[in-house]
Structure formats: structure tokens, C-alpha cells
């Protein structure tokens, strides 16, 4: 039901913008997360938006200040901006949505995409 794009191959200090968008249900009425998870590691939070309007974003400490999450309501998608990307930024990463809960943690969400690979690499 999610659906996501942009990953790609970049090298460190570059850019990447990832798309999450769903068929069949409306994303702004969603609470949407990013995650992502590295070979032999855990799935773990990068960035979620609120559902609401103006509502509250959230960051893992890890990207503060270079990845940017946002809603694009009139495509029906969340994108989430990867600026200033490191080696350790790769990862597969997942959009993931539900209706009441916002957090970082990748148990809380109900509907999962397949994953985007990106890998930051010279």
C-alpha cells in the first residue's frame, strides 16, 4: 500500500530526496514515519510528521539538521530530504504510516512499504 522512491547511490556530502506515496488511502490523514535498516542492524526511527496540520515533526539524533521530512498533500506523498549524507547513512528506507500513533519507534506504525536502498559511498 506504500510505495517509496529516490534511493539511489550518492557519494558522502550529497543529497538524496526520498518520495512515500500509497494507492487507496490518503497519507494526510496519517501520521508517517521513515525508517531505516542497515545490513546485521535493527530497523530503526529517522523522521515522522504528524498528521495534523502544523503538527509536530521529530528527528532521530543521528540526522538532526540534515534530513528535512514534509508532506506534499496535492500528490499524496511525504518526502524526506537527505542532505549532508555519510557512509553511515546507509541503509534500506521505509515509510510506514498509521492513524493514531506518531513516534519513532518502527513498532508503533500498522501499513509498510518495501524499502528504498541508499547507499552513501565514494
Known amino acids: 500500500q506504500l510505495v517509496e522512491s529516490g534511493g539511489g547511490l550518492v557519494r558522502p556530502g550529497g543529497s538524496l530526496r526520498l518520495s512515500c506515496t500509497a494507492a487507496?488511502?490518503?497519507?494526510?490523514?496519517?501520521?508517517i514515519g521513515w525508517f531505516r535498516q542497515a545490513p546485521g542492524k535493527e530497523r530503526e526511527g529517522v523522521s515522522c510528521?504528524?498528521?495534523?496540520?502544523?503538527?509536530?515533526?521529530y528527528y532521530a539524533d543521528s540526522v538532526k539538521g540534515r534530513f528535512t521530512i514534509g508532506r506534499d498533500n496535492a500528490n499524496n506523498s511525504v518526502y524526506l530530504q537527505m542532505d549532508s549524507l555519510k557512509p553511515e547513512d546507509t541503509a534500506v528506507y521505509y515509510c510506514a504510516a498509521d492513524p493514531l500513533r506518531l513516534s519513532l519507534s518502527p513498532s508503533r506504525y500498522t501499513f509498510w512499504g518495501q524499502g528504498t536502498q541508499v547507499t552513501v559511498s565514494s
Open positions: 510528521i504528524s498528521s495534523l496540520t502544523g503538527g509536530p515533526t
Open positions: 487507496g488511502f490518503r497519507l494526510d490523514s496519517n501520521n
